[in-house]
């Protein structure tokens, strides 16, 4: 049975955490971010023929971080001045320090991102994830991967959602396609990569995205 999200710090089954601020940016603010984000970043499809992903990503970091998963191994453009604002803002609103930036570009409906955790061993045992939501609203759905209890929701243009604790090690989250017309979503996704004491060659994603 689907659970509405609380407008506030939520604890999650098995050790996992939310925060959830639904008006993080100012209206205004907002808009002028996605407009600047939807026309400036150096957007890619990435994957491999025939499975593309549903969607568009860049790739924002420190200078020599680098991120891999479904087989695609991301370089980092360096930060704007704008990104990093809204990076320390949100650093603060979570308690947590970030050194990259995921950028998902959700077209129209058809454009999706599957089940997944954020789970690989270059974040650490529990990362602190940051998730910064900008246009249309999309369903967000988490799913316990024991129990199979979801949460599912909306977040609104400007919203911060920050997941914590354990929640990586025992939910899966995605954002399923839909039918319904919709507009563009774009989200932001800040995360800790740990460089110390990972060999990239060896590192293998644990969940695929697609």
């Not at 971080?65 to 990104?83: D, K």
């Not at 609103?93 to 690989?120: P, Q, V």
Request: net charge neutral; glycine share 10%.
């Amino acid at each position: 049975m689907a659970t509405e999200l609380p407008s506030k710090e939520f604890e999650l089954r098995d050790g996992g955490s939310l925060l959830y601020a639904p008006a993080f940016l100012p209206a205004a603010e907002a808009d002028a971010l996605f407009a600047l984000l939807r026309d400036t970043v150096p957007w890619n499809q990435e994957g491999r023929p025939p499975r593309m992903f549903p969607r568009l990503t860049a790739w924002y970091a420190n200078p020599g971080v680098t991120y891999s998963y479904s087989g695609v191994t991301h370089q980092a453009v360096p930060w704007t001045a704008e990104l990093l604002d809204v990076k320390h803002r949100a650093e603060t609103a979570a308690g947590a320090t970030w050194n990259s930036l995921l950028l998902n570009f959700y077209r129209h409906g058809k454009d999706s991102i599957g089940f997944h955790a954020d789970d690989e061993a270059e974040l650490g045992t529990n990362p602190v994830i940051g998730s910064i939501s900008l246009g249309a609203e999309r369903r967000f759905v988490m799913k316990h991967v024991a129990s199979g209890e979801k949460l599912e929701f909306t977040l609104p243009h400007g919203s911060l959602l920050v997941m914590g604790g354990t929640s990586q090690h025992h939910w899966r989250h995605g954002v399923p396609k839909t039918q319904k017309p919709v507009g563009p979503r774009i989200n932001l996704t800040f995360r800790r990569i740990l460089g110390a004491g990972f060999d990239e060659q060896e590192i293998r994603p644990r969940a695929c995205r697609d």
